[in-house]
């Protein structure tokens, strides 16, 4: 599932010259009839991150801008039968769709991606990318939303309407909801920062699992915990997000692995840590977190 020139070729010939083949490619697309893998699990390997202008990875500020660099990643950790499927915004799931890389896989659609990283409103993160009736329309798993809630920044608010409204929709549809609840403030330079503790965590679980006319298909997605106590706080399943590398793989593999031990965590959902590992061994990246998750299962 390597990205060859002819393959790049053709990927740009129809993205030129045939717009309607992505059309044909989500019809087409094989789906998988189960969320969760035969043992329970779901494994996801997420790329939405470039449709809100967040391209870093560690010192490199550009890292994820090149995108034939970033769907040959896709494709190596898509290769690794462990991993489920994908979460990507609309122009890299069609791209996938193109390469034909994503069938039998699960694919979450990304919805709101307006918080530009680093921009004034970032708080306030309009829905930019899929909504529920186009998810619906092209036979995708799921949708996902990002919910950064700040107390200080009456962005949180819009923000949190809308993802309600999404997961109501998405119910409706009998679509899974992800949401990502991040409790955030601002530090003196008037930087999000994330707050990491457990009460703040909990906070944060509570008010997404409350979103919605119905948690029914309500599944959250949240950052390792240092005490996962704080994943008491809810019944709905989790899956666990890499988030920025913090540049030491068996670390980030540990956090992984003691957030897995919880009753409610289901999987996870890594994109940066292991699409750009390090030593740039992107297939023995995506098998150690494999490792992990069936250890843990």
């Not at 608010?157 to 998405?170: D, H, K, M, Q």
């Amino acid at each position: 599932m390597h990205l060859t020139d002819d393959r790049w070729y053709r990927l740009l010939r129809a993205r030129a010259t045939e717009p309607e083949a992505v059309q044909r490619a989500y019809a087409d697309r094989i789906r998988r009839p189960n969320l969760l893998s035969d043992k329970g699990t779901l494994f996801l390997v997420a790329a939405d991150h470039p449709a809100r202008g967040a391209l870093g990875v560690g010192a490199d500020t550009t890292a994820m801008a090149d995108r034939r660099t970033l769907l040959e990643r896709l494709l190596i950790a898509l290769d690794n039968p462990a991993v489920d499927g994908v979460l990507g915004s609309p122009d890299i799931v069609e791209e996938l769709l193109l390469l034909d890389a994503v069938h039998d896989k699960i694919v979450i659609g990304s919805m709101n991606r307006g918080g530009l990283a680093g921009a004034d409103w970032e708080i306030d993160d309009r829905f930019t990318g899929y909504d529920a009736e186009s998810l619906v329309k092209y036979r995708l798993d799921g949708g996902k939303m990002l919910l950064r809630m700040v107390d200080s920044d009456a962005g949180t608010i819009p923000t949190l309407e809308a993802c309600a409204r999404a997961v109501s929709e998405l119910a409706e549809h009998g679509l899974m909801a992800m949401v990502e609840p991040l409790p955030y403030g601002r530090d003196p330079s008037g930087s999000l920062v994330m707050h990491r503790d457990a009460a703040s965590l909990q906070r944060a679980i509570t008010i997404a699992s409350g979103l919605g006319v119905t948690s029914a298909y309500t599944w959250l997605k949240i950052p390792a915990p240092q005490d996962i106590s704080a994943l008491d706080a809810t019944t709905l399943p989790v899956l666990v997000l890499g988030g920025a590398p913090s540049g030491d793989p068996a670390a980030d593999l540990a956090s992984w692995g003691s957030a897995l031990t919880h009753d409610v965590v289901r999987g996870l959902v890594v994109g940066r840590s292991l699409l750009y590992p390090p030593d740039g061994d992107v297939a023995g990246a995506v098998d150690a977190a494999a490792r992990v998750l069936e250890a843990a299962s």
